[in-house]
């Protein structure tokens, strides 16, 4: 079992910058497969950054450029930093976790979930 806390979301204005973390407790991090979604209101869960268990990365083409998904392995969390942000950026950011090799953008995928932090980006 492993439990996940998002932190970080709140308001920005557009073309600013946020931090997203997910921290982690009950087994380390780097035993699994991390990645960002977001829902915004009336839409479906969307893939937004993974992380794998061998640290390649993979970004959804509306975040790539701008998103950068990272691991802090000492203090057992995942990272996203989220820069140039735009109002169609807003939404709630949840980090979910795999325990096996992930290469899909499949929220069904995931094994664990936090309960979200909310990002709103003002035009």
């Known amino acids: 079992q492993v439990q996940l806390v998002e932190s970080g979301g709140g308001l920005v204005q557009a073309g600013g910058s946020l931090r997203l973390s997910c921290a982690a407790s009950?087994?380390?991090?780097?035993?699994?497969?991390v990645g960002w979604f977001r829902q915004a209101p009336g839409k479906e869960r969307e893939f937004v950054a993974r992380?794998?268990?061998?640290?390649?990365?993979n970004y959804a083409s509306s975040v790539k450029g701008r998103f950068t998904i990272s691991r802090d392995n000492a203090n057992n969390s995942v990272h996203l930093q989220m820069n140039s942000l735009k109002p169609e950026d807003t939404a709630v950011y949840y980090c979910?976790?795999?325990?096996?090799?992930?290469?899909?953008?499949?929220?069904?995928?995931?094994?664990?979930w936090g309960k979200g932090t909310l990002v709103t980006v003002s035009s």
């Open positions: 992380i794998g268990l061998t640290g390649v990365t």
């Open positions: 009950g087994r380390t991090f780097s035993g699994y497969a």
């Open positions: 979910g976790a795999r325990q096996a090799f992930w290469y899909g953008t499949t929220s069904a995928d995931m094994d664990y």
